[in-house]
């Protein structure tokens, strides 16, 4: 499966966003998909997941509340809408697929499929 994020862009603090993680090569339904976020001279992190199949959603703690991650099986696209976005979210941002029989997890080392990064800049 070939991953393609897009969507970032530079906002004040305060604002949002809509990113987009779009599939193509196979269907994403049998996937889990997550966002990942990189900031300079920072180590990946994992942002939000969701297991297509049955729904299963996990977040960081750093983005509970502020962000949402969704699906659109139809579309084979995952949404990541971040609200109430802070300096500290500014990072490129990057979506990420493993097989469905795997479970929702945070960790870079269990997703085999990336796409390339968005830049996500929020301005104070």
């Known amino acids: 499966v070939q991953l393609q994020a897009y969507g970032g862009g530079s906002v004040q603090a305060g604002g949002s966003l809509r990113l987009s993680c779009a599939a193509s090569?196979?269907?994403?339904?049998?996937?889990?998909v997550a966002w990942f976020r990189q900031a300079p001279g920072k180590e990946r992190m994992f942002v939000a997941a969701?297991?297509?199949?049955?729904?299963?959603?996990d977040y960081a703690d750093a983005v509970k509340g502020r962000f949402t991650i969704s699906r659109d099986n139809a579309k084979n696209t995952v949404y990541l809408e971040m609200n109430t976005l802070r300096p500290e979210d500014t990072a490129v941002y990057y979506c990420?697929?493993?097989?469905?029989?795997?479970?929702?997890?945070?960790?870079?080392?269990?997703?085999?499929?990336w796409g390339h990064g968005t830049q996500v800049t929020v301005s104070s």
């Open positions: 090569g196979e269907s994403f339904r049998r996937y889990v």
């Open positions: 969701i297991k297509l199949s049955g729904g299963t959603i």
């Open positions: 990420a697929a493993r097989g469905d029989s795997g479970s929702v997890s945070s960790s870079t080392y269990d997703y085999g499929y």
